[in-house]
């Protein structure tokens, strides 16, 4: 029996077999924090945090790490600082495990 396949939005991570890489396209000032679903191919993330300061990321990380079963430290902004677009790493975290916990939130 295979594995389902992941989401577009999910991959393992290329650099740590025991983490993964999440595609999100984050949506700050929002009413409240909450995994929205999928967009193409990201996971659409809002959260009530302003984007100055990373405030925005901060609480980003903590929601998906809170999603996954994670401690809060295990999510980091890779790419996109800046940016709506954002690649999350999950350390600690495998991509099949995650794709479950995530399509339950």
């Not at 939005?9 to 999100?24: E, G, M, V």
Request: proline residues 10%.
């Amino acid at each position: 029996m295979t594995a389902a396949p992941l989401p577009p939005y999910l991959r393992p991570d290329p650099d740590d077999a025991n983490s993964c890489l999440l595609f999100i396209k984050a949506v700050p000032g929002a009413r409240r924090d909450e995994i929205a679903g999928p967009l193409g191919d990201r996971l659409k993330v809002r959260t009530s945090a302003p984007p100055e300061g990373g405030r925005a990321n901060k609480a980003i990380c903590a929601l998906i790490a809170a999603a996954v079963g994670a401690r809060a430290s295990a999510a980091s902004v890779r790419q996109g600082q800046t940016n709506p677009e954002k690649t999350i790493r999950l350390q600690g975290v495998l991509a099949g495990e995650a794709a479950i916990r995530l399509g339950k939130s």
